[in-house]
């Protein structure tokens, strides 16, 4: 690994901690306050059904209000029905109970159909139509690999082992979609949350036909994201509102409204598994069955839940069909990742499974069956830019001295009457890699220090990620780079999304070359003012320096001074390609570069209560150099936080009989607190493998942070010695498990 003077190194500072922390850092609502008016939405309450009339007249009689909108005047509002709680009419008003009280007022009619919220009703033979496809709730595809009977034929022995179903929730994010809005003539403003400042801009455009020019799109704040903040659904109907009334108008939804309207919800799969081994651990052939809940937007995610299996695992013969149900039930979408917890979840529990039935320790079971870094990825036929996924399961159970705690299940009572037990997963993520093409603007100022301007929101921390970058190649300290605007589509130039854990690598590399460009111009500056050629200076430590006697230097201070105008720096991403060989393959090679991660968890499980405590947590993330390195730790330990979420509690409850979501608020919802954790016990470490394609080595791990989930549900068999094969694991589900219940 480079030694940097910059890049990873500890104590680097959040850079916009100070307006987080005194409360100065804008949100959308914090817009034009006392100026603006309040946004409402009526839901349905039915989860199938066809409006056939309705009538506003009594709400838009109402005093206070100033515009109510319907189906007709904005495509974020639906005449045909597929979900609880959709969309269907709007209203703005002078405050939030005149709001409330017009969505009572208007009156609609429903023609009513069938509605099927259960997924496992909703794909058995001659079960009515959800209305989501013409014509089935089912949709199938497969992937083939080898020869997979042949691959079963050199098996010894066969297991056909199953997981699933994985739980279903909204994300409640901290800020809920938030925007404000108004117009100047035919100019739209908008304030608001957002993953995609520009890709929101550009969801406008294309949805409403105004022009691009005229959308001034703005997100500073953003109380978290969670993958459910790169659409545009509550811009345009707070817009619209807003072009109405001929006043501002702010949308900021309620919690009810967060979780049973258009907003997104994670993944629910299930897993069959036909897994052929040899005795000694070797797999031969794999033939699998995934089935994903597409819910009321008819999503096609089953076949993503098998990535992680598919990139981790050396299995030359394999087969896996994948099933997609619609049912009525709110969309899915990605939550902190979008399929490769939920099949983590899955795939991880069944080599557990397998494992176990072949007496095998669960880790040299995975590790037996690695990919190797020689190996060309087996669909798409490229080499991988790096490969920490060993290390990352061999240092996540060394974290957790996995040699001396891993026992066979049930077999080990505390002191204090609990089952301790420990489990392990991990996998090749699909994020973490170069994504669709971004540019990148930073200044020079005359005062030497340099103002980056990046094309993204704020909802986590790669924007401190590309100060780092930008600091290291143009040789100033940390301190002298500052985030300028930022979010903001007219002054910036487009970032990507924030998505795919991508901003850090891709936006990453862009900053690299605005850098390298703006030191360009600030060194022919330099040269011109100490008698040489910008080729014999190098930077670093706040020094501009003659290479060959660095005491021939001057502050950047100094050179800034000189220059005529502030300089400008641009730069484009570079494409997914080697930038350096990787053993055979040369540069420019077209690769996988891909996040890598292992959790490993030590937990208590109360066999009288059902209860299970976190005790200790490791998580290893292959991060290819750790970029920013107090944001890597804090990802990790929020990861930890998620993970135990995510298996341990979180879960939207439906009613079957109508569609109905039955807890949507907090209060209803369990989530983890500070009496959860026990910071002592967490660990993050990053495995640095310098990654051959990345900026300084780099690659993305916002997603991998989230994604081993099967490493609590392989624990809790480790403790007790009873399978627990969906999610959340839940006391009473423990209690099942052992006949207490």
Request: glycine share 10%.
């Amino acid at each position: 690994m480079a030694d940097y003077a910059v890049v990873g190194k500890a104590g680097n500072k959040e850079k916009t901690i100070v307006q987080k922390l005194t409360g100065r850092l804008d949100y959308a609502d914090d817009r034009l306050p006392g100026q603006k008016l309040v946004a409402r939405t009526l839901l349905s309450r039915y989860a199938n059904a066809e409006v056939t009339a309705i009538n506003t007249s009594a709400a838009e009689a109402l005093p206070g209000v100033k515009a109510v909108i319907t189906y007709d005047e904005c495509p974020m509002l639906y005449k045909s029905i597929r979900r609880w709680g959709q969309e269907i009419a709007a209203v703005a008003a002078v405050d939030n109970e005149t709001a409330t009280r017009a969505l009572e007022l208007i009156q609609v009619t429903y023609q009513e159909g069938n509605q099927i919220s259960d997924v496992e009703e909703a794909m058995k033979p001659g079960a009515p139509l959800t209305g989501v496809w013409e014509g089935t709730n089912i949709r199938t595809s497969e992937l083939l690999r080898g020869d997979v009977e042949a691959g079963f034929a050199q098996a010894d022995q066969e297991f056909t082992e199953t997981a699933g179903w994985t739980n279903f929730w909204q994300h409640k994010e901290m800020e809920p979609w938030s925007a404000t809005t108004y117009w100047v003539g035919d100019d739209l403003y908008v304030w608001t949350t957002s993953q995609n400042p520009f890709g929101q801009r550009n969801t406008i455009k294309n949805t409403m036909g105004w022009p691009m020019h005229k959308i001034h799109l703005i997100s500073h704040g953003s109380g978290s994201g969670h993958g459910n903040k790169h659409g545009a659904n509550w811009i345009i109907i707070a817009a619209v509102l807003a072009k109405k009334a001929g006043m501002p108008v702010s949308y900021h939804l309620t919690r009810f409204e967060q979780c049973c309207s258009s907003t997104a919800h994670q993944n629910k799969g299930k897993l069959e598994m036909r897994v052929g081994v040899k005795n000694d651990g070797t797999i031969t052939a794999v033939e699998a069955t995934y089935w994903a809940d597409g819910c009321s937007g008819g999503a096609t995610t089953a076949s993503g839940m098998d990535f992680g299996f598919r990139y981790t695992y050396n299995v030359p013969h394999a087969k896996w069909t994948f099933y997609d149900i619609a049912t009525n039930t709110p969309l899915r979408g990605a939550f902190r990742c979008v399929a490769d917890p939920p099949g983590d979840a899955l795939y991880n529990l069944v080599m557990d499974k397998v494992a176990d039935k072949l007496g095998m320790d669960p880790l040299e079971f995975r590790i037996k069956n690695l990919v190797a870094p020689d190996m060309l990825q087996f669909e798409s036929k490229m080499p991988f830019s790096s490969m920490g996924i060993r290390q990352c399961l061999e240092q996540a159970a060394a974290a957790l001295d996995w040699d001396t705690k891993w026992h066979q299940p049930g077999n080990r009572t505390l002191s204090d009457g609990r089952l301790h037990g420990i489990g392990i997963a991990g996998h090749i993520d699909s994020h973490g890699q170069m994504s669709s093409p971004c540019g990148a603007i930073l200044n020079l100022t005359k005062d030497g220090k340099c103002l980056i301007a990046p094309g993204q929101s704020h909802n986590a921390g790669s924007i401190n990620a590309h100060c780092h970058h930008v600091a290291e190649v143009l040789g100033m300290k940390y301190e002298d780079v500052h985030v300028g605007d930022w979010g903001h589509t007219d002054v910036t130039s487009e970032g990507g999304s924030e998505g795919g854990s991508t901003r850090c690598i891709t936006l990453g590399s862009a900053y690299v070359e605005a850098a390298l460009d703006a030191r360009a111009e600030a060194f022919a500056v330099a040269a011109g003012w100490m008698g040489l050629t910008p080729d014999k200076l190098s930077a670093g430590d706040g020094l501009i320096f003659e290479t060959a006697n660095p005491t021939n230097s001057k502050t950047w201070v100094e050179v800034a001074g000189r220059f005529s105008y502030p300089i400008i720096g641009k730069g484009y991403s570079w494409p997914k390609k080697l930038r350096r060989q990787v053993l055979n393959w040369p540069v420019g090679t077209d690769c996988e570069v891909r996040g890598q991660m292992a959790q490993a968890v030590e937990i208590a499980v109360d066999p009288d209560t059902g209860q299970i405590e976190v005790l200790n947590m490791a998580s290893a993330i292959d991060c290819g150099q750790a970029i920013y390195r107090s944001g890597f730790n804090k990802g990790c330990f929020g990861g930890h936080e998620i993970i135990m979420g995510e298996t341990l509690m979180y879960e939207q409850v439906i009613d079957y009989g109508n569609g109905a979501s039955m807890n949507p608020n907090f209060w209803q919802n369990a989530h983890v607190t500070a009496m959860d954790i026990h910071p002592e016990g967490f660990n993050a470490i990053a495995v640095e493998t310098d990654d051959a394609c990345g900026p300084h080595g780099c690659k993305g791990v916002g997603e991998p942070e989230v994604s081993a989930l099967a490493c609590m549900a392989n624990a809790v068999y480790n403790a007790t010695g009873v399978w627990i094969d969906s999610l959340p694991i839940t006391p009473d589900k423990v209690l099942q498990a052992l006949g207490k219940a």
